[in-house]
């Protein structure tokens, strides 16, 4: 994937990726509600389009809230992890395979689900805060 992630790269991997997840888990479109943040590849004409022709319920969600969004934390774990390592990055394939390598190895259901469980205290946060950021 160089040169970047745009709207029609992203609707592919939603298909190949996340539909085949689903299936992958024993889950249906009806088991989820998808949450992605307003980055303009994620509310594009063609994105829209997606998620309708597939049947996707997305949650309605603000622009730039990261301290809001879980997957922020996980990818944080990923880049704090490949700075970790003591040896330079070779070539793209060497950067796949550390990620996966993290990915797969590290990354446990249970540890993702802490963070979708902080939820309810992120959003007290932020009311407190009076909409502010938080530190999540």
Request: aromatic fraction near 12%; charged fraction near 25%; include cysteine.
């Amino acid at each position: 994937m160089l040169g970047g992630l745009d709207s029609e790269l992203y609707c592919n991997i939603m298909t190949e990726d996340m539909l085949s997840s689903l299936e992958e888990y024993d889950m249906s479109k009806d088991d989820i509600i998808f949450q992605h943040d307003n980055n303009p590849k994620h509310t594009s004409r063609l994105t829209q389009k997606w998620f309708v022709d597939n049947k996707v319920q997305l949650l309605d969600w603000t622009a730039y809230s990261p301290d809001l969004n879980p997957i922020e934390n996980l990818w944080n774990y990923l880049k704090v992890r490949l700075y970790a390592y003591e040896t330079a990055l070779l070539s793209m394939k060497e950067l796949f395979e550390r990620v996966a390598d993290i990915w797969y190895n590290e990354i446990t259901k249970e540890y993702c689900e802490q963070f979708v469980c902080s939820m309810p205290q992120r959003l007290q946060l932020v009311l407190k805060e009076k909409g502010g950021e938080i530190n999540y």
